[in-house]
């Protein structure tokens, strides 16, 4: 295989884990698919609350249109199709009225609204933990292990910054490089903007681990689901060089302050960060 030089020696294993409920977040993941314009933190809050069980009025299953309205998303006027991945054109069949911006690119949704969102649409059913880090591969191993370890569902929401993830679309080759051998050299990121992306698994081999991420276009990866080096993704979501990200992590009530303790030994702070983009209010 392209990219991978065969091991001398037995037999070496990869391990799987999936997070409670991811096969609960995929299947909506590929309903939802693609996310409207301007709201990857809106599409990713709520496949979160449909992966955690919570139903709109009338049993209906939550939508992005739920999570932008109360997370105060802002859209912007005009289509911006050329800062969509190659393949994508965008969507813009709101179900709702949502605020708009005229400046585009400041739209999109704040990691505080989407905290919000989750507590009030959920009815406080789900709490919304934002971890604003430091963000290493020892941190994001840590805070992975802490939620995989729960018996509910829940769920990870990066907010990153994609120039500096690997290309969605990395061969088998340069995947088992990574695991096996430690290789870095997969393909250069698809695009670069500040994203919003769920963390649903992760792969770990003798020498590296990759992460699943959910991602919201389905010209990304497999139908909109990629592989990311632990260290391209710890990077992502420090985000030095851009605005602030981090990881909300989305959990059941009966949860949260497992998961606060447990985030506060891995000496990860739990704060809001600046996105870049304004509150709803704000940009009025």
Same mark, same amino acid.
């Given at each position: 295989?392209?990219?991978?030089?065969?091991?001398?020696?037995? *037999?070496?294993?990869?391990? @799987?884990?999936? !997070?409670? &409920? =991811?096969? %609960? /977040?995929?299947? $909506?993941?590929? #309903?939802?698919?693609?996310?409207?314009?301007?709201?990857?933190?809106?599409?990713?809050?709520?496949?979160?609350?449909?992966?955690?069980?919570?139903?709109?009025?009338?049993?209906?299953?939550?939508?992005?249109?739920?999570?932008?309205?109360?997370?105060?998303?802002?859209?912007?006027?005009?289509?911006?199709?050329?800062?969509?991945?190659?393949?994508?054109?965008?969507?813009?069949?709101?179900?709702?009225?949502?605020?708009?911006?005229?400046?585009?690119?400041?739209?999109?949704?704040?990691?505080?609204?989407?905290?919000?969102?989750?507590?009030?649409?959920?009815?406080?059913?789900?709490?919304?933990?934002?971890? *604003?880090?430091?963000?290493? @591969?020892?941190? !994001?191993? &840590? =805070?992975? %292990? /802490?939620?995989? $370890?729960?018996? #509910?569902?829940?769920?990870?929401?990066?907010?990153?910054?994609?120039?500096?993830?690997?290309?969605?679309?990395?061969?088998?080759?340069?995947?088992?490089?990574?695991?096996?051998?430690?290789?870095?050299?997969?393909?250069?990121?698809?695009?670069?903007?500040?994203?919003?992306?769920?963390?649903?698994?992760?792969?770990?081999?003798?020498?590296?681990?990759?992460?699943?991420?959910?991602?919201?276009?389905?010209?990304?990866?497999?139908?909109?689901?990629?592989?990311?080096?632990?260290?391209?993704?710890?990077?992502?979501?420090?985000?030095?060089?851009?605005?602030?990200?981090?990881?909300?992590?989305?959990?059941?009530?009966?949860?949260?302050?497992?998961?606060?303790?447990?985030?506060?030994?891995?000496?990860?702070?739990?704060?809001?960060?600046?996105?870049?983009?304004?509150?709803?209010?704000?940009?009025?």
């Amino acid at each position: 295989m392209e990219g991978f030089s065969r091991p001398t020696g037995g *037999a070496r294993t990869i391990d @799987v884990t999936l !997070l409670p &409920g =991811a096969d %609960a /977040l995929l299947l $909506a993941h590929a #309903r939802e698919l693609p996310q409207r314009d301007d709201l990857c933190g809106a599409f990713c809050g709520a496949l979160a609350l449909v992966a955690a069980g919570v139903r709109g009025r009338e049993g209906r299953e939550i939508d992005q249109d739920d999570v932008a309205l109360a997370a105060g998303s802002l859209v912007s006027s005009e289509p911006q199709p050329e800062i969509l991945p190659a393949g994508e054109h965008g969507r813009r069949d709101y179900r709702l009225d949502l605020p708009r911006i005229d400046d585009g690119a400041r739209s999109g949704t704040t990691a505080q609204g989407v905290v919000a969102a989750i507590g009030s649409v959920s009815d406080g059913a789900a709490e919304a933990i934002p971890l *604003a880090g430091p963000w290493t @591969v020892g941190t !994001l191993a &840590g =805070a992975f %292990a /802490l939620v995989a $370890a729960l018996e #509910r569902p829940a769920a990870l929401l990066a907010n990153l910054h994609t120039r500096y993830l690997w290309g969605s679309h990395a061969s088998l080759g340069e995947l088992l490089g990574h695991l096996l051998e430690g290789a870095d050299d997969g393909p250069p990121p698809d695009w670069e903007v500040g994203h919003f992306v769920c963390v649903v698994g992760r792969a770990t081999g003798p020498a590296g681990a990759l992460y699943a991420l959910a991602d919201t276009y389905r010209a990304l990866g497999a139908d909109g689901v990629h592989m990311q080096p632990a260290a391209r993704l710890a990077a992502a979501l420090e985000r030095r060089e851009d605005p602030a990200g981090g990881v909300i992590a989305v959990v059941l009530r009966e949860d949260a302050e497992h998961v606060r303790a447990g985030a506060r030994e891995l000496g990860l702070r739990e704060a809001l960060w600046d996105n870049g983009t304004p509150a709803a209010e704000r940009a009025a």
